[in-house]
């Protein structure tokens, strides 16, 4: 049996926010949390080594975040590795729930990478209910994570509570973004339901003496003083709405183009205004390209992202790196972001924010035939993996990959191809 006073054990307990709004009475709910997990924690494993001074970290942050550089949760448990690094000792972290130290795959990959070989890490999440304790492998976790290994995580051979966590960060990253995206919605409506209007919210304000009108922008402004305060040139006046003008070519335009509200003619044009900042996007138009039999959807039908997508190799030369110029969806090993983006470019800043993963940039103006061949040769790939599955090779065939070589002789076949169209259109010519 194995001994568990040698290891270095630290419990951790996290909110993803304050109890009414005060950090400290949080943080004691927490603390309270962990002494009932510690005592049932001991009552299962033994008594703790009595030379150490098993500490509590509770701290308050999204799961779907990074750690904060300076914060406590990343200091305390970096502190516990190096200790764990230095004395040669395994280190044990003790997690209320599946979503207690965090769900942030990168945050938990760059956290734990450093120290996995060379110090044994393990996580025992105090979880379900009745609660239990399920004991969870970090450098396997990290391994999965980073992209190392291979493979859909239900067919990796991989310890069962180390498959369960992995399965579950990526299913609560997933549910937690919807759900932040659905409260920003949810916000943006009823947010101000409670609050009284400012009448007198306009920052453009009449100068004319005795005057208080104030105005949202100065296209009211100047009706406000054409109708209120007419200039002594404007000999020219609208016959509906008694708006002053100092040209009567203006004054007509004004007229006959309906443009005055007070004509009888008068009929509203459609106006289109942009979205409120923070709203959800309209759907983006989908192209009904299919495959040439029908078969499976093609790529930009693909509505989820989804696990079957053949992930992108970090660890390749930069000049190597295969991520399609039209590409929608995030590829890196561990990434959960579940929908597609609205453009590449979008897709481009999510790999280098967060994953801090570049890949060669695509040259402006229209591509050549090979790489244009290259490009919807790739997506096409992409498209039969998701659909039936990557390790079906007999049906998806194998991936385009990013090569110098074959590059190299796929625009020299091109050219060939473009000086045999020039000859034959001057020997065309010429007989």
Same mark, same amino acid.
């Given at each position: ?264 003619? *008068?009929?509203?044009?459609?106006? $289109?205004? %942009?979205? #409120? =900042?923070?709203?959800?996007? +309209? !759907? ?15 790529? *930009?039908?693909?509505?989820?992202? $989804?696990? %079957?997508? #053949? =992930?992108?190799?970090?660890? +390749? !030369? ?25 453009? #590449? ?87």
């Amino acid at each position: 049996m194995e001994d568990e006073q040698q290891y270095i054990v630290l419990f951790i307990a996290r909110a993803s926010s304050t109890q009414g709004g005060a950090r400290a009475e949080t943080k004691e709910i927490l603390s309270k949390s962990l002494e009932y997990t510690r005592d049932a924690y001991v009552h299962h494993y033994g008594p703790l080594n009595p030379v150490d001074q098993v500490p509590f970290l509770t701290f308050v942050q999204s799961s779907n975040k990074a750690f904060r550089p300076d914060g406590d949760a990343l200091r305390t448990i970096q502190a516990v590795l190096n200790r764990g690094r230095e004395t040669k000792r395994p280190v044990m972290l003790v997690v209320n729930g599946w979503d207690g130290l965090s769900t942030n795959s990168v945050a938990i990959s760059n956290l734990f990478a450093p120290y996995v070989n060379e110090v044994r890490i393990m996580m025992r999440m105090f979880v379900d209910n009745p609660r239990i304790f399920r004991q969870v492998s970090v450098k396997h976790a990290v391994e999965v994570l980073r992209g190392e290994v291979e493979g859909e995580l239900e067919d990796l051979e991989l310890p069962y509570h180390t498959k369960e966590i992995l399965a579950k960060i990526q299913a609560i990253s997933a549910i937690k973004m919807m759900m932040a995206l659905d409260f920003q919605v949810l916000r943006s409506e009823t947010a101000n339901r409670n609050r009284i209007p400012d009448t007198n919210v306009g920052k453009w304000v009449c100068n004319e003496p005795g005057c208080d009108y104030r105005a949202e922008n100065t296209k009211q402004l100047c009706g406000h003083k054409h109708k209120s305060h007419p200039d002594g040139n404007a000999k020219f006046v609208c016959p509906h709405c008694k708006f002053s003008f100092t040209r009567e070519d203006h004054m007509k335009r004004h007229v006959n183009e309906a443009t005055c509200k007070e004509n009888p003619n *008068h009929v509203d044009k459609p106006v $289109t205004k %942009r979205a #409120p =900042r923070n709203s959800r996007p +309209a !759907p983006a138009r989908l192209e009904k390209a299919v495959s040439s039999d029908g078969s499976y959807p093609s790529y *930009h039908e693909i509505q989820q992202n $989804t696990q %079957r997508f #053949p =992930r992108v190799n970090h660890a +390749a !030369p930069f000049d190597e790196r295969t991520v399609y110029k039209d590409e929608l969806f995030c590829r890196f090993p561990g990434c959960v972001h579940p929908t597609r983006f609205s453009c #590449p470019a979008k897709l481009r800043t999510h790999y280098e924010t967060i994953h801090k993963f570049q890949y060669p940039s695509q040259a402006p103006g229209l591509p050549n035939k090979a790489k244009r061949r290259w490009e919807e040769d790739g997506l096409d790939y992409l498209a039969r993996c998701a659909h039936f599955g990557c390790d079906r090779v007999d049906l998806v065939g194998e991936q385009p990959m990013r090569s110098r070589k074959r590059v190299a002789n796929e625009e020299n076949s091109v050219k060939k191809e473009d000086s045999a169209d020039k000859t034959d259109i001057r020997s065309f010519f010429k007989a």
